[in-house]
């Protein structure tokens, strides 16, 4: 017998034959069941299920720190809705032992688990392996729509491997530029490239959205969430509890102006660290009533570049990579940050904290219009001069507890499944593409 059914995904009607008895469908499900059928105009087969009560399928992908801290909201967003939603957790372990402390603290259930972390990998054979593994689940699962965030090859891949089985993409953070493709290395590259796959572009501000209407980007594609790091901020600093070690060195420099460094990128790479780090160092010497904290990075170059530049200095404090909360707390008890970190850019201003941007461009101008952060570029005799300005006058500092935070309240997890909910672009995603 032939029947004719509207798709709820593809918004076309489709012609196929229905089986005589379930028996004969692939599986049966909770609430309907499922066919594989051809479509007349194409060689493809699509997979259409039909359900008394249709709750979307997504899948959320993540594989390094920014993204788990990002997407955390978001999860258990989608999880408090699960009359709405069926979510599906993947980590691709792009970082393998920075990931796991940040899972742990946002107990997030993990589905699926790549553990793709080598020593020494090309970004192409991250991404390769990411496609290859993230297939397999996409096959299986067959999700309504792929969450990724930011400018990762883990998001990168995710958005690739969806849009090869036809999946709805949706972009957490979208809409970032630097203006130079090539830097940041390979993000800035990555984030141009989701933007042209995906179909919802969960953006943090309206700089943001306007930079994506400027690319030819649909308005109604395009949503104003603010950033979930906010809300992740909010989140742990009502319930965080500190290591004693973080306690302990927060007691024995609390007379101390405190600087949080924090560099890893790979511009940053070389003589212009090694500069900036002497620059720091020299600082701390000439001002006693300075210190600084460096959780350092694992990345080989960064360590070899502390072992080079970083003389024992009493006032020097070289830490391992910190769980969210002490890092958080470390950030809320400085007097100034110093980073090239994109996520640092959004995490300073949401705590009130002057930030000095160990870049020569940013992604986030918004930290600088709202008079947030200065950027330093590839120039440590500014970094300097900033520093020493900055001592010798608190104005700056003092006034950021006057500005409104250019990322958000902390409600883009709610806005960003909102979105989701409502929504009509899950229905006409194949029109749109």
């Not at 593809?10 to 309907?32: A, C, D, H, Y």
């Not at 970082?95 to 790549?114: E, M, V």
């Not at 979930?228 to 007379?255: F, G, M």
Request: proline share 5%.
């Amino acid at each position: 017998m032939l029947q004719v059914l509207r798709s709820p995904l593809v918004n076309k009607t489709l012609q196929f034959q229905m089986p005589n008895s379930k028996r004969n469908l692939s599986r049966t499900i909770e609430n309907g069941w499922e066919a594989d059928f051809p479509l007349e105009t194409s060689d493809l087969k699509l997979k259409v299920k039909c359900h008394s009560k249709r709750r979307l399928k997504v899948l959320v992908l993540f594989g390094t720190r920014p993204e788990v801290i990002k997407l955390a909201p978001v999860i258990h967003r989608l999880k408090l809705e699960k009359q709405n939603f069926l979510t599906t957790v993947v980590s691709s372990g792009q970082h393998a032992d920075l990931l796991t402390p940040f899972i742990n603290l946002f107990r997030l259930k993990i589905d699926y688990a790549f553990g793709v972390m080598r020593r020494n990998q090309t970004p192409s054979s991250v991404c390769a392996k990411i496609l290859t593994l993230l297939d397999r689940v996409l096959k299986k699962e067959n999700p309504d729509i792929v969450l990724v965030q930011g400018d990762t090859t883990t998001a990168l891949a995710g958005a690739m491997a969806a849009f090869h089985r036809g999946i709805a993409v949706g972009h957490v953070e979208a809409g970032l530029r630097s203006g130079n493709a090539v830097s940041p290395f390979p993000e800035e590259m990555n984030r141009r490239l989701i933007s042209q796959i995906a179909t919802f572009h969960f953006v943090a501000t309206q700089f943001n959205y306007e930079t994506l209407i400027n690319e030819g980007i649909n308005a109604r594609q395009i949503f104003v969430t603010g950033n979930p790091v906010v809300d992740a901020l909010q989140t742990i600093l009502k319930k965080a509890v500190c290591k004693s070690e973080i306690n302990q060195l927060l007691s024995e420099t609390h007379r101390l102006k405190r600087i949080l460094l924090t560099t890893h990128r790979r511009e940053s790479f070389g003589k212009i660290m090694h500069e900036n780090l002497r620059v720091l160092q020299d600082f701390v010497a000439r001002h006693e009533d300075t210190a600084v904290f460096f959780p350092v990075h694992p990345n080989p170059a960064v360590k070899q570049a502390v072992q080079i530049i970083f003389q024992k200095h009493p006032r020097i404090y070289l830490l391992n990579p910190l769980e969210y909360p002490d890092f958080v707390t470390l950030m809320a008890n400085s007097w100034m940050v110093v980073s090239d970190s994109g996520g640092v850019q959004e995490e300073a201003p949401s705590l009130g904290k002057p930030l000095l941007i160990l870049r020569e461009n940013t992604e986030r101008p918004e930290t600088i219009m709202a008079g947030a952060a200065q950027l330093v570029g590839d120039n440590p005799q500014k970094l300097l001069r900033l520093l020493e300005e900055n001592y010798a006058n608190d104005d700056w500092a003092n006034s950021l507890k006057q500005i409104e935070n250019p990322f958000g309240n902390g409600t883009a997890a709610a806005k960003i499944v909102e979105a989701l909910s409502v929504s009509e672009l899950l229905k006409s995603q194949t029109a749109d593409h």
